[in-house]
């Protein structure tokens, strides 16, 4: 396997400036599926991040319970709900999006998990997988043959573990993770310190990132930007690299300022535009 250091010179070989002439028809259209109640927050942190990393429109798909305080907190976001108060029951919608993310706060939820077979089985847009989504996969191995090639998953090492089972090395995590990648096409994001992205047959190590991310909804909003990366055209495997190192930088930049223990999920949100900016220095 190649291993490859994901840093600026790599970056700067994918990223995409804004053009002069884009509106946000040509930015894209990100769709972000989850949430249950008590947990709209990783909804609303996935909807900020994809928008705030230039995609040109974004929906979130929650249920019911949700609804006001997505559109208080989050005006910019459209929002498509369910007919369920506290969870997910059906996955329709009439937008054409770009690009999806499904699986933050969604829960496990018998209803849930036969609306995301549902999903699975008849989606033919860009997709990430994160959270729950993971979890309910990991529960449901027949599954594996309906997520299609060149989809993301973004597990933590927990959610990876119950996907490909118990490890007894770093080199066995990665040999397990290659295996299911190599045979599906997914591409797997490890999230951790640092996180590694297994995708064909290369392994990149991310350069970005410290101990600020160590909190709630970080992963959330991980998921957000690389659906917003999807959403503009990213190839996936791009989308994966980009979002992971600028996410990573968010916390290297907010830090300096806040510390670790203060910086929060919605500071990665607040630092992704002096993140970008730090890209397009060399434009
Ligand atoms: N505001 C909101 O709405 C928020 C909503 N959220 C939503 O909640 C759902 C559950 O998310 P979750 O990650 O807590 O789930 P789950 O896999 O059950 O973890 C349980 C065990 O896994 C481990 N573990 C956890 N994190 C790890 C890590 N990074 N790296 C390694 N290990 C890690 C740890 O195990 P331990 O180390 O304690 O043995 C922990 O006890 C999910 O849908 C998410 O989107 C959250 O994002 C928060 C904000
Ligand atoms: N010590 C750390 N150093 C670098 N990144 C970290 C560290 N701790 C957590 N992270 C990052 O924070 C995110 C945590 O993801 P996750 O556990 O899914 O968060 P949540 O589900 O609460 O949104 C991952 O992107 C992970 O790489
Ligand atoms: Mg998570």
């Not at 040509?26 to 705030?52: E, F, N, P, R």
Request: overall charge negative; glycine content about 10%; hydrophobic content about 40%.
């Amino acid at each position: 396997m190649e291993a490859l250091l994901i840093n600026k010179h790599e970056i700067l070989k994918r990223y995409k400036p804004v053009s002069v002439q884009a509106h946000k028809g040509t930015q894209g259209h990100a769709l972000i599926i989850g949430g249950s109640y008590g947990k709209i927050g990783s909804i609303i942190l996935a909807s900020k991040a994809s928008l705030k990393s230039g995609c040109g429109l974004v929906t979130a798909l929650i249920p019911k319970c949700g609804y006001t305080s997505i559109q208080t907190s989050f005006p910019e976001a459209m929002v498509i709900t369910d007919k369920e108060e506290a969870y997910i029951s059906e996955i329709e919608f009439e937008i054409i999006p770009n690009a999806i993310a499904i699986g933050m706060g969604i829960g496990q939820h018998e209803t849930t998990q036969k609306a995301f077979i549902k999903f699975l089985k008849n989606n033919n847009k860009p997709l990430l997988i994160d959270a729950d989504g993971i979890n309910i996969l990991s529960k449901n191995k027949e599954l594996f043959d309906f997520v299609s090639e060149q989809t993301i998953l973004t597990p933590h090492r927990k959610e990876l573990q119950r996907l490909i089972g118990d490890w007894s090395s770093e080199e066995e995590m990665i040999e397990k993770a290659a295996r299911l990648t190599e045979s599906k096409k997914w591409i797997i994001v490890i999230k951790g310190a640092p996180t590694q992205i297994i995708s064909g047959n290369a392994i990149y190590t991310n350069s970005t990132g410290n101990q600020a991310l160590a909190t709630a909804g970080s992963g959330d909003t991980l998921s957000g930007i690389i659906a917003g990366l999807l959403a503009q055209g990213y190839t996936p495997e791009d989308a994966a690299i980009l979002g992971v190192y600028i996410h990573g930088l968010t916390a290297d930049i907010g830090s300096k300022s806040l510390g670790y223990q203060a910086f929060i999920a919605s500071d990665i949100i607040e630092n992704l535009g002096k993140a970008f900016l730090s890209l397009d220095e060399n434009f």
